[in-house]
C-alpha cells in the first residue's frame, strides 16, 4: 500500500495563476482532508470530506475549493493564487471508525508563490 | 491567548540526556489530548496519547494536567534519532464534530 500519496512535491506559481493539488489514498478511508502549514502555526484546517461527493469548510478554506469526486482522491484548487497561500500543504485521511488521532499524512507538497 | 501553546525551542541536549516539553491548552472542555512528531520537511505522525494517568511508551512518557490546563512530554535518554519537532495536538468535541488543534511544535536538537 503507497498509503497518502501527494502530487505535486513541489511547484512555484505566479500570483493569479491557479493549480490543483491531488491528494490519493489506498486505504478505503471514507474522510479525507486537507491542511496548511506555517512558520510559526501549526496545522489549520483548509477543507475536508466525510465521503464521496461531500466537502465542508475547515478553519482556513477562504482562496481554495475541493472536490471529492472519487474515494480514494480529493483535489484541493487554487483559483487565482496570492502570495499568503505560500505554504507547505498536508493531505490526510482516517477511517470513519476511528478517531482523529489515527489520521494519515501525505508528504505534503510545498507551493511558492511568487 | 492561542488555543494550543508550545515553546518553540529549539531545545539543544547532549545525548543520553533527559528532556521535557510542556504545551498549554486554552479549552478546559478539551477532550484528547496527543503528541506527534514531525521530522524535517516531512508530515507528522503520531507518537503517543495522553492521558491523565499517565502514560510511557519506552523511552517517552506524557502527562495530563486538566487543573493546569497543560500536557507534557519526557523523553529519558535522548538519541540522536529523537532530533525533531513535536507537536502537541489537542482535540474538542463540538456540535459541528470534533475539531482538532496543532500547537507550533517544540524542536529538539539532540547533539553528540
Known amino acids: 500500500n503507497a498509503g497518502v500519496t501527494q502530487t505535486p512535491k513541489f511547484r512555484v506559481l505566479k500570483t493569479g495563476q491557479s493549480m490543483t493539488l491531488l491528494c490519493a489514498q489506498d486505504?478505503?478511508?471514507?474522510?479525507m482532508y486537507w491542511y496548511r502549514q506555517d512558520p510559526g502555526m501549526g496545522l489549520r484546517l483548509i477543507h475536508y470530506?466525510?465521503?464521496?461527493?461531500?466537502?465542508a469548510k475547515g478553519e482556513v478554506p477562504d482562496g481554495y475549493n475541493v472536490s471529492r469526486l472519487k474515494k480514494q482522491n480529493f483535489l484541493l484548487g487554487l483559483e487565482s493564487a496570492a502570495p499568503s497561500q505560500t505554504s507547505v500543504y498536508f493531505c490526510?485521511?482516517?477511517?470513519?471508525?476511528?478517531?482523529?488521532?489515527?489520521?494519515?499524512f501525505g508528504p505534503g507538497t510545498r507551493l511558492l508563490v511568487l | 491567548r492561542k488555543e494550543v501553546e508550545q515553546d518553540p525551542g529549539p531545545f539543544n541536549v547532549p545525548e543520553g540526556a533527559t528532556v521535557a516539553f510542556n504545551c498549554t491548552y486554552s479549552?478546559?472542555?478539551?477532550?484528547?489530548f496527543f503528541w506527534y512528531r514531525q521530522d524535517c520537511r516531512k508530515e507528522p505522525k503520531l507518537l503517543m496519547s495522553?492521558?491523565?494517568s499517565g502514560n510511557e511508551d519506552g523511552r517517552f512518557t506524557a502527562q495530563l494536567n486538566r487543573a493546569s490546563q497543560y500536557i507534557s512530554l519526557l523523553i529519558r535518554d535522548s538519541k540522536l534519532s529523537d532530533s525533531a519537532t513535536y507537536l502537541c495536538?489537542?482535540?474538542?468535541?463540538?456540535?459541528?464534530?470534533?475539531?482538532?488543534?496543532f500547537g507550533t511544535g517544540t524542536q529538539l536538537k539532540v547533539e553528540l
Open positions: 490526510a485521511s482516517r477511517p470513519r471508525r476511528g478517531g482523529m488521532e489515527t489520521q494519515y
Open positions: 486505504m478505503n478511508h471514507e474522510y
Open positions: 470530506s466525510v465521503g464521496e461527493g461531500t466537502t
Open positions: 479549552n478546559s472542555a478539551s477532550q484528547s
Open positions: 495522553v492521558y491523565s
Open positions: 495536538v489537542v482535540i474538542l468535541l463540538t456540535g459541528g464534530g470534533n475539531k482538532l488543534t
